[in-house]
Each structure stands twice: as C-alpha cells, then as structure tokens.
C-alpha cells in the first residue's frame, strides 16, 4: 500500500513537471518595442550579434502590403525606432541605395533582439524580418505572436516619407482618413542629406 501511495505522488510530481514544461514551450513570447532613445543601449548589448532571417516562416501577414502592415504596427506598438528621416538626421549615414521607410526594433523576452523594416517602402507586401541566429528556434513562435498582435489591431494614422532610389523619387506615405496613399513629393525641405 505504501509503495503504491509513493507511486501515486511520484507520479502526480511528474505529470506537474512535464505539463509545466510543455506548457513554458507555448507560452506567448513578450515583444518589447525599442524606443528611438534606447537605441544606443541596444546597438551596445547586441553588437555582436549575428543577424539572419531564417527562421520567421511566410504566414498571412507576408500577403499584406506594407503600407497597411505600418498603419497597424502604429496602433500596436507606437512610432517606428526610426525612419528615413532619422537616418537622414544622422551625419554621414543616408545612403539612397539603403533608404527604408521605417524600422521597428524589438528585444523579445527581455533577451532576444529582433527587426523589422520594409523592403521597398509602400510598394511590397510583407516585411522584412532579422532575428539573432542563436535563437532561430524561437522565431516562428515570435512571428505567430506578432502577427497576431498585428493584424487584430485596427490601423491607426500615420505619416512617414520615402525615397525609392529605383524612381529617384521621394514620397509621403500615409494613412489618414481610412485611405492609404503614397504621393510623389519633392525632398521634403526639412531632410537633409549629404553632398
């Protein structure tokens, strides 16, 4: 009777212990977005990193194009970490062969850095997606999570600018209004880029 009633709870104990393991491999991974102050904290504790898009799989949100895509990461997670005017603000860094429309940064679980940018402003469906390579095991459960984080939230307005080094051609991307729109401008005069 004895050994049975130490079965029993030897048993139990291990039944809690792989349920709460199983259940830890499931649990919805935090994202944290990083603000455009912080971005030199991250930069540092990263630096060594090394980046790969491997891992975050094609899923619905890769159909969706960008344009749409920035009005609901607006309402999910704020403001980019940076966009093209950012970049251009720094000394020496716009280069029109790397020019995006935005970037968000994100450190997942406290601990794994991810970004996401556009590919070619407001003419490409989908995003693009780096992760830290040590952790590509983790990536289709993040890009699940944030895809869902993404497309349940309504759009939100915004206002970024573009410039398409394929068109020579900057461009005031928005949404405002319940339209998305994309507008040839002239450089918008407070952009200033290097001679």
């Known amino acids: 009777m004895r050994d049975s009633k130490k079965r029993l709870v030897f048993f139990f104990i291990l039944m ?13 991974p935090e994202i944290v977005k990083v603000e455009t ?6 930069q540092s504790k990263f ?22 895509i920035r009005a609901h990461l607006q309402r999910v997670y704020g403001n980019p ?30 601990e794994v850095p ?6 070619d402003g407001p003419f490409e469906k989908g995003l693009v997606y780096v992760g830290a390579s040590r952790y590509i095991d983790l990536m289709p459960q993040v890009k699940r999570t944030f895809t869902r984080h993404v497309t ?10 573009f410039f398409s080094p394929e068109r020579n051609q900057w461009y005031e991307v928005k949404y405002a209004d319940g339209k998305y729109s994309k507008e040839e401008i002239d450089k918008p005069s407070h952009i200033k880029l290097n001679k």
Do not use: C, H
């Open 16 to 28: 809690v212990l792989l349920t709460s393991s199983a259940y830890a491999q499931f649990e919805e």
């Open 37 to 42: 102050e912080d971005m030199a904290m991250f």
């Open 47 to 68: 630096q060594s990193i090394k980046w790969t898009g491997q891992g975050f799989a094609p899923n619905k949100l890769d159909r969706i194009p960008a344009i749409e």
């Open 81 to 110: 970490t940076q966009t093209i005017e950012d970049i251009a603000a720094e000394e020496g860094k716009f280069r029109a062969g790397k020019a995006i429309q935005f970037e968000y940064w994100f450190i997942i679980d406290g």
């Open 114 to 119: 991810m970004m996401v940018l556009d590919l």
């Open 152 to 161: 349940e939230a309504e759009p939100k307005e915004y206002k970024d600018y």
